[in-house]
């Protein structure tokens, strides 16, 4: 076994190698980018050292300042995570070339799958099932169009080289190809470097279902069961689970044989992942082999009880496979959801910013916590927002289901706007219960996972009740300091002479200022809320939890302040309310916005589609802005003339800049 291993990576899974590597006693190393030089994985590493700019290209894709530090520190192995260079086959082959052991598969192995045209023609002659498509060599627009009518639509465009859901379009007309191709092919170029396509047919309502699979050096090779990650926007995982609720014994098992069957046509060593897609009649064709280990890869350990980091270290080091296929056994159910800072409501726009609060549940044997932040740090706009993995194992699904409501419903984030209230939803949703949803149910039904425009009124009334209270305790502990601790002008109950005063509330929901009205004290309380008035008796907050009485019926909350934002929750949903007396609104801000065009967030125009002087309609796209790996349409705030154009393409913009204005 290696003394020293080099992490390539940042982050979440950084940490991760980190904790099996100390557990096996193995000294560890980390690098890190100028962003980085205060993050998880540097304080957790034996040994970190700077390797350049924020840029991923300029620190965690530089090869070559990796190889330089894994040589002076003497590393033996270097891990490569995922993400960055972990399936760079170049990269691979650099570290073999150092005397250095690539804890991943061969650079051979990695060009057989490097390419998702050669895959599938490797596939499909060692008899795993594929989708029909066209994966020729031949790019030019006039061939890959004659070819999308051959194989029929819907067709999906694939880039040959990519992953993570980047540079693919689902087409569904002859005529609208060509614009599609060309979107695809630039994502492509941006995020890989090529940008080479393929072409297959688009199975209609499909589930997405993928195998963990290992071999060794030995020429063996198993696999250790299924993962379900039907859950997906824009063809980004949402929720993974393990075992798939949809599969028969039967076709869990020719999966299995199938991704075997893959791993030994392409002499597979170490950990990786065959990905199928399976249609409703339980038909499976190949997809892609993921060259390392999964962001998933911790339902498996759940329900396996295997520690796969450490299965790579053991293979990498030359030893055999720990178990054959027999001595896999799966135990219960494991569901992870992943905690990212972005924005729901806005389109799932990326965030960044410090995580002035970050509350999580305590880890125990049924909630398990993967993050590479804590609270205080910075989630950085060069980097994916994932804050943390939030994963369950319990003895079946519905039960790790509602171990998993409960474990979100524990969960707050105060800085950059994340994604908890959404995943609340996805996890309650008839299509997630039901285990009925396919890989396109997100997006043709957003909008019955994002947050009402409207809050719910008891959950309101909650935050009320515990301003009052708040302002109660408050009130009390500085008369009990006074001069007359006996004075009713000490209390805040809202008490006037010869009237029993009201108080007056108002808290920001979104943009929108909701207020309420109260009269009384000490947990009974009158509220008025939009026409409703409501009576509260024995409102009583314990330890964050806040129990009380609503028009006679008993209700139990849970609520939370961070500064100056409140979280309700109250078992079920959830509600994000901002002080209004903290809110600062920007007078004649929403008519100065109609006529101006932002970058949402820090980026790099790729495609300005319009020009000074002419017409666009409200939605028109103005510009595309390429930010976190992802493309941003721009779009027109109203019909106008554009009057001016402030960046051009291939320019970097800064976050909340006016790139684009129209005439007033």
């Known amino acids: 076994m290696f003394s ?5 990576n940042r982050g979440e899974i950084a940490c991760r190698v980190i904790r099996t590597a100390r557990k096996l006693g193995i000294r560890t190393v980390a690098v890190f980018s100028e962003a980085d030089a205060d993050a998880q994985h540097v304080r957790l590493a034996d040994e970190a050292h700077c390797i350049g700019g924020p840029s991923p290209a300029d620190s965690y894709l530089r ?5 330089d530090v894994a040589k002076k520190t003497g590393a033996q192995a270097i891990h490569p995570g995922y993400g960055f260079l972990s399936e760079n086959a170049d990269f691979a082959d650099a570290v073999a070339a150092a005397g250095i052991t690539f804890i991943g598969p061969s650079g051979n192995s990695m060009r057989k799958m490097g390419s998702k045209a050669g895959a599938k023609d490797l596939m499909a002659a060692a008899g795993v099932p594929v989708v029909p498509g066209y994966t020729g060599a031949d790019q030019t627009p006039d061939l890959l169009q004659r070819e999308a009518d051959r194989i029929g639509y819907p067709l999906m465009i694939k880039a040959a080289h990519g992953g993570g859901g980047k540079g693919m379009r689902i087409v569904r007309a002859a005529g609208e190809f060509a614009a599609h191709l060309e979107s695809c092919q630039r994502e492509a170029k941006n995020a890989f470097g090529k940008d080479r396509v393929l072409l297959e047919r688009y199975i209609e309502h499909p589930r997405h279902i993928e195998i963990q ?5 030995h020429g063996n090779a198993i696999h250790l069961g299924e993962r379900e990650c039907s859950a997906q926007r824009r063809y980004q995982k949402v929720l993974e689970e393990s075992p798939s609720p949809f599969l028969t014994p039967e076709l869990r098992a020719a999966m299995g044989a199938a991704a075997v069957q893959a791993a030994h046509a392409i002499d597979y060593a170490n950990a990786g992942t065959v990905e199928f897609i399976v249609g409703q009649d339980g038909g499976f064709y190949f997809m892609e082999i993921n060259t390392r280990l999964q962001v998933e890869h911790p339902v498996t350990e759940e329900v396996t009880g295997l520690d796969l980091v450490e299965w790579q270290l053991r293979i990498a080091a030359g030893e055999p496979l720990p ?5 896999i056994v799966q135990r219960g159910h494991a569901i992870e959801v992943r905690l990212y800072a972005e924005d729901p409501d806005a389109g799932f726009l990326p965030g960044s910013g410090t995580l002035h609060t970050l509350r999580l549940p305590a880890p125990t044997r049924n909630i398990r916590i993967d993050s590479g932040v804590v609270e205080g740090d910075t989630v950085t706009i060069f980097y994916d927002p994932m804050i943390a993995k939030l994963i369950v194992h319990d003895e079946d699904r519905p039960r790790a289901l509602a171990r998993l409501r409960e474990a ?12 908890i209230a959404f995943l609340e939803r996805l996890i309650r949703h008839p299509a997630i219960v039901d285990a009925s949803i396919d890989t396109g149910y997100l997006d043709r039904h957003l909008d019955q996972f994002l947050a009402p425009p409207q809050a719910d009124p008891p959950l309101l009334l909650a935050a009320a009740c515990y301003s009052l209270l708040q302002q109660e305790s408050a009130a009390a502990t500085a008369a009990a300091r006074s001069s007359d601790p006996a004075s009713p002008w000490a209390s805040a109950d809202g008490w006037r002479l010869g009237h029993g005063g009201a108080r007056r509330l108002a808290f920001l929901h979104g943009e929108a200022q909701v207020e309420l009205l109260a009269r009384g004290h000490a947990g009974q309380y009158a509220l008025h ?17 806040l129990s009380l009485r609503l028009d006679g019926s008993m209700r139990r909350f849970h609520v939370s302040a961070h500064g100056h934002e409140l979280f309700v929750h109250d078992g079920d949903k959830r509600l994000r309310l901002q002080l209004a007396s903290v809110y600062r609104r920007l ?4 008519t100065a916005a109609e006529h101006r065009i932002r970058a949402p967030m820090p980026g790099r125009v790729v495609l300005v589609q319009a020009r000074p002087g002419d017409a666009v309609k409200m939605g028109d796209v103005v510009l595309v802005l390429e930010a976190m790996k992802m493309e941003l349409a721009l779009k027109a705030p109203r019909d106008g003339v554009l009057d001016e154009l402030r960046a051009q393409a291939g320019e970097f913009v800064e976050a909340d800049a006016v790139l684009a204005t129209l005439e007033q």
Request: with cysteine.
């Open 408 to 419: 979100l419903s524990r969960c707050a984030i105060q800085g950059p706007k994340s994604n």
């Open 323 to 327: 178990l054959r296929q027999q001595g």
């Open 213 to 217: 699979i290992f071999g060794d050096a």
């Open 63 to 67: 090869g070559d300042a990796i190889l």
């Open 4 to 8: 020293t291993i080099l992490i390539a």
């Open 587 to 590: 007078s004649g801000a929403g």
């Open 529 to 545: 809320l939009d026409g409703s008035d409501y009576a509260i008796a024995g409102a009583r907050l314990e330890d964050g939890d």
